[in-house]
Nanobody, 121 residues
C-alpha cells in the first residue's frame, strides 16, 4: 500500500522558517521523482517544487525560488521542503506528491493528506 504522510506544518511569523517532511512507504522510494504542491484558502492547487529520484535535479516555482529548498533522504524514505523567509501568501495546505517514474513529469499518481502552514503576525 502506497502511503505518504506530511508533517511539520504550523503557525509562524513572516520571515520565519519551517521544514516539512513527507514519510513514504509501500513503494521503492528511491526509484521515483517527488514533488510538493499547495492549496491556499479558496484557490486551486499550485505546484511548488519537484526533485528527481536521485536528488540531483530540482525545480522550483518562481514564487518560491531562492526561499525554498527541496531535498530527499532515500535511506530514510523521506522527502523534505525547507521554507525560509516565509510570507503571508505562503499560507496554504502543503501536499507531498509522487510521480510515476524516476524523472519529473507525467501525472502524479499518489499524494498525502496535507499539512497546514499559516504565516501571520
Amino acid at each position: 500500500e502506497v502511503q505518504l504522510v506530511e508533517s511539520g506544518g504550523g503557525l509562524v511569523q513572516p520571515g520565519g522558517s519551517l521544514r516539512l517532511s513527507c514519510a513514504a512507504s509501500g513503494f521503492t522510494f528511491s526509484s521515483y521523482a517527488m514533488s510538493w504542491v499547495r492549496q491556499a484558502p479558496g484557490k486551486g492547487l499550485e505546484w511548488v517544487s519537484a526533485i528527481n529520484s536521485g536528488g540531483g535535479t530540482t525545480y522550483y516555482a518562481d514564487s518560491v525560488k531562492g526561499r525554498f529548498t527541496i531535498s530527499r533522504d532515500n535511506a530514510k524514505n523521506t522527502l523534505y521542503l525547507q521554507m525560509n523567509s516565509l510570507k503571508p501568501e505562503d499560507t496554504a495546505v502543503y501536499y507531498c506528491y509522487k510521480y510515476p517514474g524516476a524523472v519529473v513529469g507525467g501525472k502524479c499518481d499518489y499524494w498525502g493528506q496535507g499539512t497546514q502552514i499559516t504565516v501571520s503576525s
